[in-house]
Every structure is written in C-alpha cells, then in structure tokens.
T-cell receptor
Framework: SQTIHQWPATLVQPVGSPLSLECTVE??????LYWYRQAAGRGLQLLFY??????ISSEVPQNLSASRPQDRQFILSSKKLLLSDSGFYLC?????????????FGPGTRLTVL | GQNIDQPTEMTATEGAIVQINCTYQ??????LFWYQQHAGEAPTFLSY??LDGLEEKGRFSSFLSRSKGYSYLLLKELQMKDSASYLC??????????WGAGTKLIIKP
C-alpha cells in the first residue's frame, strides 16, 4: 500500500530564516507530487506540482521554491521566510489513470513565522 | 477563469440531514471530488462523480449534474464527528484539481 510522509509536523521559525520541508511517498512509482498551503479557515492554495524528477511547475510567484531530487521525494524551501508564509503546508500525490487523479495527502506541517 | 463556489459555513443538528452545494465553472471537466477535512488534519477522500447522477456510500451521497455545473454532498443521520470542512474539487481539461474554499459544517447536539 502507498504511504506519504511529511516532516516536521510543526515548526516555529523567525522571519528571515530559511525553510526546508520534506515529503516522501512509498509504494508507488512516478507519482505526481503537489505542495499546497492552507491559511487558517481557508481553502487549499496550490504552490507547486511536479510530474517527474526535476520537473517543477510553480502556480503562485513567491519566495518559496520546490525541488524533486528523487522520484518519490519533494522538498519545499525558502531562503528567507516572511510573516505571510505562516500556514498549514500539505504535500499530496496522485497517479493519473484514465482521467482519474485522486490526490492523497500527507499529515501536513503547521508553520508559524514570528 | 476557473471558479468553484461553496457556502462558507453551515450548521445542522445531530441526527438530521444536510446538503452541501457546489457549483463550478472550469475549463473542461473530468470528474468532481468531495473531501472531508477535520480541523488541523489533512483532507481525506469522500466521493467521486464523473457521470450525472447520485453516488451513495453509506451515510454520504454525492450528486452531479454536468449540464448545470452543479454537485451536492448529502450527509444523513448526522453525527458529532461529521463536524469538519467539506471540500469540492473539479478535475479540469489538463487533469488538474481545482479546489473550492470548503464548507465548514458545524453539528449541534
């Protein structure tokens, strides 16, 4: 069976500090991978998605970046965090099959920037 | 542009029935998902509709009308644990999921 891991679960960082969030998927090959951010009480905002190693599409211009160094590893980074980067970060995976692309989410990372 | 509309918040009573509506305008349509998200947790899959009609799964049912760009999620015999946000998402012509902002459902005893 497939599983998705995210860490850390919670993070408190000062403004201007760097960020690295990691997501790994097990039990599937060549998945589509996604990074979302969710502000308190709001919907999901797609930040990045990847259809393969080294292939990253950015949906929202910002001070965040993403990388996919391995097939089942997806990393979200920032060189200098802003207060507005606070939120709930979710990683997800999917495998498109016959038009069906259910997304499966990791447990999330709650980031607070102070 | 692409747009998905859901009510922001709904309140219902334990044991009752509630219907959460979702209307969408997207570039193409390849299916509609409903997800449940409890506070502080990740969304989890509830249902999927790609053809018109009703899909039933236990206490939960989901309906789709592609000609009207409309879906609803029906929750029966409400329980306190059903208090959560319910997210509607549509797969567009590029097979990307377009997400609604979610409906927060509050269940009162």
């Amino acid at each position: 069976s497939q599983t998705i891991h995210q860490w850390p679960a919670t993070l408190v960082q000062p403004v201007g500090s760097p960020l690295s969030l990691e997501c790994t998927v097990e039990g599937t090959s060549n998945p589509n991978l996604y990074w979302y951010r969710q502000a308190a009480g709001r919907g999901l905002q797609l930040l990045f998605y990847s259809v393969g190693i080294g292939q990253i599409s950015s949906e929202v211009p910002q001070n965040l970046s993403a990388s996919r160094p391995q097939d089942r590893q997806f990393i979200l980074s920032s060189k200098k965090l802003l207060l507005s980067d606070s939120g709930f970060y979710l990683c997800a995976w999917s495998v498109l099959a016959g038009g069906y692309n259910e997304q499966f989410f990791g447990p999330g990372t709650r980031l607070t920037v102070l | 542009g692409q747009n998905i509309d859901q009510p922001t918040e709904m309140t219902a009573t334990e044991g009752a029935i509630v219907q959460i509506n979702c209307t969408y305008q997207t570039s193409g349509f390849n299916g509609l998902f409903w997800y449940q998200q409890h506070a502080g947790e990740a969304p989890t899959f509830l249902s999927y509709n790609v053809l018109d009609g009703l899909e039933e799964k236990g206490r939960f049912s989901s309906f789709l009308s592609r000609s009207k760009g409309y879906s609803y999620l029906l929750l029966k015999e409400l329980q306190m644990k059903d208090s959560a946000s319910y997210l509607c998402a549509v797969t567009d012509s590029n097979y990307q999921l377009i997400w609604g902002a979610g409906t927060k459902l509050i269940i009162k005893p």
